[in-house]
T-cell receptor
Framework: DAKTTQPTSMDCAEGRAANLPCNHS???????VYWYRQIHSQGPQYIIH???NNETNEMASLIITEDRKSSTLILPHATLRDTAVYYC????????????FGKGTKLTVNP | GAGVSQSPRYKVAKRGQDVALRCDPI?????LFWYQQALGQGPEFLTY????????KSGLPSDRFFAERPEGSVSTLKIQRTQQEDSAVYLC????????????????FGAGSRLTVL
């Protein structure tokens, strides 16, 4: 599975949009991009995933560049409860079922 | 149940003791995963079950680690002769489907079992 690169940490003001970048320059055509987050003392929580089209759900939006080499997770109106480590994961279609986590981005939402 | 349940939430063991960690996945979920998470790190894959079959155990760090899911539902991760380096949070996750060519693989995680080996 392709490797991903994320910033170690980011800060965001409460109520503002949080934009979390992820580079996956070696992604293959059949690999999906997944985002999970992990709030302190909890297990990781699924947020969103996509292949090549932009995706939106009740939690977030996922913007994937046309060449698919990078993506951005957008939390439109960040709250203090969005403070967490955010993981960007690439997984091959039909490949191993496991998800391979990196170190993620520690997002701190400030009041 | 509504989510993945893990027990115990906290376990303190003396070095050399055996421990057993339990995972109750979401009812009907075919796939079950165990991950190990050291402090400040991302979760590291340990092993994967599809129903009762252990299809991937490539992440188990040593032969002291053993996992089972005999009836395809509840799973137990056993660590024999615990060492200090085994101290970590052990996460269990389940997903509805087994191998799917569509690729969508949404895992639901439990809160984890925090193991401290003294």
């Amino acid at each position: 599975d392709a490797k991903t690169t994320q910033p170690t940490s980011m800060d965001c003001a409460e109520g503002r949009a949080a934009n979390l970048p992820c580079n996956h320059s070696t992604i293959s055509g059949n690999e999906y991009v997944y985002w999970y987050r992990q709030i302190h003392s909890q297990g990781p929580q699924y947020i969103i995933h996509g292949l090549k089209n932009n995706e939106t759900n009740e939690m977030a939006s996922l913007i994937i560049t046309e060449d698919r080499k990078s993506s951005t997770l957008i939390l439109p109106h960040a709250t203090l409860r969005d403070t967490a480590v955010y993981y960007c994961i690439v997984r091959r279609q039909g490949g191993s079922e496991k998800l391979v986590f990196g170190k993620g981005t520690k997002l701190t939402v400030n009041p | 149940g509504a989510g993945v349940s893990q027990s115990p939430r906290y376990k303190v063991a003396k070095r050399g003791q055996d421990v057993a960690l339990r995972c109750d996945p979401i009812s009907g979920h075919v796939s079950l995963f165990w991950y190990q998470q050291a402090l400040g790190q991302g979760p590291e894959f340990l092993t994967y079950f599809q129903n009762e079959a252990q299809l991937d155990k490539s992440g188990l760090p040593s032969d002291r680690f053993f996992a089972e899911r005999p009836e395809g539902s509840v799973s137990t991760l056993k660590i024999q002769r615990t060492q200090q380096e085994d101290s970590a949070v052990y996460l269990c996750a389940s997903s509805l489907e087994g191998s799917r060519p569509s690729g969508a693989n949404v895992l639901t995680f439990g809160a984890g079992s925090r193991l401290t080996v003294l």
